[in-house]
């Protein structure tokens, strides 16, 4: 009797034993993973802090001196300097076709030279509407993420379509992504609303925090038009629409989340029109590639290796920014 005791207790030690063994082993996993996360959060957000070649500032950083901290106030610092193409009317300027040919300029640092022999006030002083450079919706994203990765603030443009132009419709248009350290979260803006197309297009959201699927990425547009969940003719501007035109602009959204944001008619092998035929391989491709931007931040690195690894992705070799 006396053994079979000492036997039950040698079994409930040793299951004691085996139990703090187990449960340290997943609490220290855990720990594993969390730090394994936040290293590569951190990585990330550090990608994201860093000028790319079109959004680096070169000799004219000293144009952007006391500049605001608040996203407003960086939004309206974009829109005291550039005018939109397509709304220049609208602010009562006639544009010629010499001055709409610098919605061609890719890089800030020549977006912001032509700034300055338009006005060589520091960018915080808002312009005349005649005095600004012209640009298009790309060109406010890319300017303001130029703003916040200059302050610190990691910052990626997004190409894909808004669903506040045209109701029913979701067209072709590019915003910028913040972090915000204090939600964790990236944040959506609009950079090119201002205070008369807010009333021109009855907006009735925040344009520096945009509500969930105000904006598509060129990822998730490709997803619900391969799905069939929505209609890919419902899809483009202008003329241009259907699924080849949103392959483009998951193209060139995967390209903006490596810091290259080329111009919304730059194009390469799999930024094509609507005559070309797509292969199977290059749909697998692009399906991978919605399925990475869709997935969030853990996939960022898969993201990097795939655009680094695919010669597909690369932009022409006469292609210059």
């Known amino acids: 009797m006396r053994m079979r005791i000492q036997y039950i207790d040698l079994l409930r030690t040793l299951s004691f034993v085996l139990v703090f ?8 996993q ?3 993973s969390k730090t394994e996360t936040e290293k ?3 990585n990330m957000l550090d990608y994201y802090r860093q000028s790319g070649i079109i959004t680096a500032l070169g000799e004219y950083s000293y144009l952007l001196a006391e500049l605001p901290d608040d996203i407003a106030g960086l939004c309206k610092v974009v829109q005291g300097v550039m005018l939109h193409v397509f709304w220049s009317e609208a602010y009562g300027v006639k544009l010629s076709e010499d001055r709409k ?3 061609n300029l890719r890089k800030v640092e020549r977006i912001l030279s032509r700034i300055v022999e ?3 006030r520091p960018i ?3 312009r005349e509407p005649e005095m600004r450079v012209v640009g298009n919706c790309r060109d406010h994203s890319v300017l303001l993420c130029a703003l916040l990765k200059y302050k610190g603030i990691p910052a990626r443009a997004r190409c894909g379509f808004g669903t506040y132009f045209v109701p029913g419709k979701y067209m072709d248009h590019w915003i910028c992504e913040y972090w915000s350290d204090r939600e964790r979260r990236w944040v959506q803006v609009d950079a090119q609303l201002d205070s008369l197309q807010v009333v021109t297009l009855k907006i009735d959201f925040d344009p520096s925090d945009l509500p969930p699927r105000k904006f598509l990425s060129g990822g998730q547009a490709w997803q619900l038009c391969r799905s069939g969940e929505i209609d890919p003719d419902l899809f483009g501007i202008f003329d ?3 699924l080849w035109f949103v392959q483009g602009d998951l193209v060139r959204d995967f390209m903006a989340l490596n810091n290259l944001e080329v111009l919304p008619w730059d194009c390469n092998a799999l930024m094509t029109g609507p005559d070309v035929e797509v292969t199977p391989e290059d749909y697998e491709l692009l399906d991978k590639m919605a399925e990475l931007i869709t997935n969030g931040d853990q996939a960022f690195t898969e993201i990097r290796s795939t655009y680094e690894s695919d010669e597909r992705l690369r932009m022409p070799a006469d292609w210059s920014p």
């Open 21 to 28: 063994i187990f449960g340290t082993s997943a609490v220290a």
């Open 30 to 32: 855990t720990m594993t």
């Open 40 to 42: 590569g959060l951190s």
């Open 101 to 103: 040919k610098e919605v």
């Open 118 to 120: 338009l006005d060589g």
């Open 124 to 126: 915080k002083a808002a």
């Open 240 to 242: 241009m629409k259907g």
